[in-house]
């Protein structure tokens, strides 16, 4: 079946510093691929997305790149910000008996210090 | 846009009772799925609802069940609480036809007791 494996966290950084959040993922198909974003309280908010290979999603500064040949989607933004202080999740969505089904990860804290 | 439309925010119930939980798709959407997230992990998946059927499951008892309106609103039932099912429950629409992102409600955290 499929599945997404992030890097544990917390992951714990200072104002500016570059961010990378690993993301692996398992697919019978040919996925399209997400980052969400979740604040405290809140539901998922979407923040980047792929849906082929080699194709970089962007946004608000951050980015990811679809990497077929290492099964990979890793997250990465060059200055973090406090107000970046969240918990991430990469997703992936595939055909799966009959629908898209989008399947997560367990999470990737961050905290960005000032 | 309202979006993803969940009700309600938050939810306090007995162990053994059962609870209805509502969400009204974002506009033009026609597919809406719903998730279980345990504090600290990632969504779990419950089931998918798509033209008033439930089209796909996730590993979840029977206690868990749906309905999907002609609105396309949706609403989750869990019967015969149990403490373990303590958990924030999100409600996400998408289009039934295209791998594209699905739009999450805010949720509604709900407490067995």
């Known amino acids: 079946g499929n599945s997404v494996t992030q890097m544990e966290g917390p992951v714990t950084l200072s104002e500016e510093a570059f961010l990378t959040i690993n993301c692996t993922y398992t697919?019978?198909?040919?996925?399209?691929l997400f980052w969400y974003v979740q604040y405290p309280g809140e539901g998922l908010q979407l923040l980047l997305k792929?849906?082929?290979?080699?194709d970089k999603g962007s946004n608000k500064g951050f980015e990811a790149t679809y990497r077929k040949e290492t099964t990979s989607f890793h997250l990465e933004k060059g200055s973090v910000q406090v107000s970046d202080s969240a918990v991430y999740f990469c997703?992936?969505?595939?055909?799966?008996?009959?629908?898209?089904?989008?399947?997560f990860g367990r999470g990737t804290s961050l905290i960005v210090h000032p | 846009d309202a979006g993803v439309t969940q009700s309600p925010t938050h939810l306090i119930k007995t162990r053994g009772q059962q609870v209805t939980l509502r969400c009204s798709p974002k506009?033009?959407?026609?597919?809406v799925s719903w998730y279980q997230q345990a504090l600290g992990q990632g969504p779990q998946f419950i089931f998918q609802?798509?033209?008033?059927?439930?089209?796909q499951r996730g590993n979840f008892p029977d206690r868990f069940s749906g309905h999907q309106f002609p609105n396309y609103s949706s609403e989750l039932n869990v019967n015969a609480l149990l403490l373990g099912d303590s958990a924030l429950y999100l409600c996400?629409?998408?289009?039934?036809?295209?791998?594209?992102?699905?739009?999450f409600g805010q949720g509604t955290r709900l407490t067995v007791v």
């Open positions: 792929a849906t082929k290979a080699d």
């Open positions: 996400a629409s998408s289009s039934g036809t295209a791998n594209t992102e699905a739009f």
């Open positions: 506009s033009g959407h026609d597919t």
């Open positions: 609802y798509y033209e008033e059927e439930e089209r």
């Open positions: 697919a019978t198909g040919y996925p399209s």
């Open positions: 997703a992936l969505s595939d055909w799966t008996g009959g629908s898209y089904i989008p399947t």
